[in-house]
C-alpha cells in the first residue's frame, strides 16, 4: 500500500518536521501511525516529500524525519476539466469525490437553467467551500499531490468562453435523436486540454446546446444507459483517462 498522504501549506526539507493541528490529529488520532512507517506531505499543487515517522506526540503531533528530497509533480496531459451542472443533495459533493479520486484536474460549478439547486450568497458560498473540502479530502485519500481545482460557479456564457478556448470541448448528451457522436470513438488530442459539460437532472436545455455549439463543444454520447448528473463526469472522466494514455 503507499503512503498516507497529509497536506501542509509550504512542503518542508531537512532532517525534520512536526505536523500538527488537524492533519497531525488525523494522522495520530485516526491513522494511528507508528515510528518507521512512511508519510507524504504535500501542498496539494504538485510539491511533494516523503519522509519516515519518527514519534507520535500526544494527540495531533507526528514528527516525520528524512525529508530530503522535495519532488514537482508535471502537469498531466491532456489536462481534463469537467463543468458539472449543480446537482441536487449531497450529490455535487459525491461527483467532486469521484471525479477527484479518477484523476480529473478541475472541476467548474455550473448554474444551468434546469438545475433544482440554486448557489446563491451565503449559501453558494458554503456549498462551492464544501466542494473545495471534499476535493482536498478526495486527493489525500486517492494518493494524489496535484489536487483538482474547483472553480467559482459558472454561468452559461461563461462555460461558452471556457469551451471556446479548449482544444477539445464537448457536451454530454443523451437524445439519441440528436446525432451526438459516441465519446468513446472520437478523436482526442494527446496534449493540450478538453473541458467537457455535464448537464443537470433535467437535461441541457435546446438554447444552453446551441450556445455551446457554436463555441465549438458539440453533443456526444457516453454509452447506451443515461447515468446521473452526479454519476456522468466520473464515468467519462474515467473514459478520457484511459482513451489519452492517462491511465496507461
Known sequence: MTAPVFVVEHVPSGPEFVLEGSEGRHAVSVKRLHPGEDVVLTDGRGR????????AEGKDRLVVMDLTTVHEEPPPAPRIT???ALPKGDR?????????????DAIVPWQASRCITQWKG????KSLAKWRNTAREAGKQSRRVLFPEVAEAMT??????LLAAADFA?????????????????????DGSIVLVVGPEGGVSPEELAAFAAAGAPSY????????????GTAAAALLMGRTGRWS
Open 48 to 55: 511533494w516529500t516523503e519522509g519516515v515517522v519518527r514519534a
Open 82 to 84: 469537467i463543468v458539472q
Open 92 to 104: 455535487g459533493e459525491v461527483a467532486v469525490e469521484t471525479m477527484t479520486e479518477t484523476g480529473v
Open 122 to 125: 451565503e449559501r453558494g458560498l
Open 156 to 161: 452559461t456564457k461563461q462555460v461558452a468562453a
Open 170 to 190: 464537448g457536451v454530454l448528451h443523451e437524445d439519441r435523436e440528436s446525432g451526438s457522436e459516441p465519446l468513446a470513438t472520437t478523436q482526442l488530442p494527446a
Open 221 to 232: 454520447q457516453l454509452g447506451p444507459s443515461v447515468l446521473r448528473t452526479s454519476t456522468a
